[in-house]
């Protein structure tokens, strides 16, 4: 019972993940350019997930302090199971995350800003022409207040995000606090990400997180399980805990290189009313995610 609790807690939080961090880059300053790999390499269920990430953002500035953004961000998944004798996994090895964002960021005044943000979303695996189930379109609205002239600087997001795709079709709050407590310490607080930041000076920081992660995409070639019937989506949920290094190149540039473990995982097939029918992966893994970006 507690099992099946902690799954659908960490599931419904990881599906506002693509929501959540696309309001909250647009907050602050989003991403010109990010290319980003993670990977969670084989683990004990012989299973293994990797990811490419490349996001693009066009800033346009209107009414000399609002700002309206167009951008877009593909990710590309590759599940890679080991032998198995319940069906053919190669149609879970290309799998594809294509968002459109189209977000307005609004100044309220110095401190607060409000943003909306509407993304169609291709999630599929493209074998063949597109169907129903690959397009959803998710809203987020929110607000942002920042502090950056005061001794112990601050941000704050809260905000409602709705995803079409999931079977809970509600909108569904979250927030995140950051404060600078200390010259070299900093703290966040929220979800899906929680942790401390130590800044070693302008280009140096270290920093640890407990973080939840996942996806969904749906299948256009159904998996055909023995006695089950048959998988039309794939999903996956992982809250981990990392620590990472960023290195500043300039203030709008940087590298940075993720290490963590997971401390729950739970990959699985999905019939057409979005049951789990089949678990794929729900062993730990180790995690490693690196990447550059540029901002504003």
Same mark, same amino acid.
């Given at each position: 019972?507690?099992?099946?609790?902690?799954?659908?807690?960490?599931?419904?939080?990881?599906?506002?993940?693509?929501?959540?961090?696309?309001?909250?880059?647009?907050?602050?300053?989003?991403?010109?350019?990010?290319?980003?790999?993670?990977?969670?390499?084989?683990?004990?269920?012989?299973?293994?997930?990797?990811?490419?990430?490349?996001?693009?953002?066009?800033?346009?500035?209107?009414?000399?302090?609002?700002?309206?953004?167009?951008?877009?961000?593909?990710?590309?998944?590759?599940?890679?199971?080991?032998?198995?004798?319940?069906?053919?996994?190669?149609?879970?090895?290309?799998?594809?995350?294509?968002?459109?964002?189209?977000?307005?960021?609004?100044?309220?005044?110095?401190?607060?800003?409000?943003?909306?943000?509407?993304?169609?979303?291709?999630?599929?695996?493209?074998?063949?022409?597109?169907?129903?189930?690959?397009?959803?379109?998710?809203?987020?609205? +929110?607000?942002?207040?920042?502090?950056?002239?005061?001794?112990?600087?601050?941000?704050?997001?809260?905000?409602?995000?709705?995803?079409?795709?999931?079977?809970?079709?509600?909108?569904?709050?979250?927030?995140?606090?950051?404060?600078?407590?200390?010259?070299?310490?900093?703290?966040?607080?929220?979800?899906?990400?929680?942790?401390?930041?130590?800044?070693?000076?302008?280009?140096?920081?270290?920093?640890?997180?407990?973080?939840?992660? +996942?996806?969904?995409?749906?299948?256009?070639?159904?998996?055909?399980?023995?006695?089950?019937?048959?998988?039309?989506?794939?999903?996956?949920?992982?809250?981990?805990?990392?620590?990472?290094?960023?290195?500043?190149?300039?203030?709008?540039?940087?590298?940075?290189?993720?290490?963590?473990?997971?401390?729950?995982?739970?990959?699985?097939?999905?019939?057409?009313?979005?049951?789990?029918?089949?678990?794929?992966?729900?062993?730990?893994?180790?995690?490693?995610?690196?990447?550059?970006?540029?901002?504003?």
């Amino acid at each position: 019972m507690k099992d099946g609790f902690l799954k659908g807690v960490i599931g419904m939080v990881s599906i506002l993940l693509y929501l959540f961090y696309g309001m909250w880059a647009y907050a602050q300053s989003p991403d010109i350019f990010r290319l980003e790999y993670m990977i969670m390499p084989k683990n004990n269920a012989d299973a293994q997930l990797s990811r490419y990430k490349l996001v693009v953002n066009v800033p346009i500035k209107v009414k000399d302090s609002d700002n309206i953004i167009i951008g877009a961000e593909y990710n590309y998944l590759a599940f890679k199971l080991g032998d198995t004798e319940y069906f053919d996994t190669s149609g879970l090895e290309n799998l594809h995350v294509v968002d459109v964002n189209l977000a307005y960021v609004y100044r309220h005044n110095e401190n607060w800003r409000f943003i909306g943000v509407v993304t169609p979303r291709l999630s599929s695996t493209l074998t063949n022409p597109l169907e129903n189930g690959d397009v959803s379109v998710n809203v987020t609205a +929110g607000a942002f207040k920042e502090r950056q002239d005061i001794d112990k600087p601050m941000r704050l997001v809260v905000g409602l995000a709705y995803n079409s795709s999931v079977s809970l079709r509600i909108p569904l709050p979250f927030v995140y606090y950051e404060k600078r407590f200390h010259p070299n310490w900093s703290y966040v607080v929220g979800l899906p990400k929680t942790g401390f930041k130590y800044h070693i000076d302008a280009n140096h920081l270290i920093q640890t997180e407990f973080i939840l992660d +996942g996806y969904f995409v749906n299948l256009q070639n159904n998996i055909i399980l023995p006695n089950t019937g048959f998988a039309s989506s794939v999903s996956s949920s992982a809250a981990l805990v990392t620590i990472g290094y960023q290195y500043n190149i300039s203030k709008i540039m940087s590298f940075y290189g993720y290490v963590g473990h997971t401390v729950f995982q739970d990959g699985v097939l999905r019939d057409q009313d979005r049951n789990d029918i089949f678990t794929l992966n729900d062993e730990p893994s180790l995690y490693f995610r690196t990447g550059f970006r540029i901002g504003i």
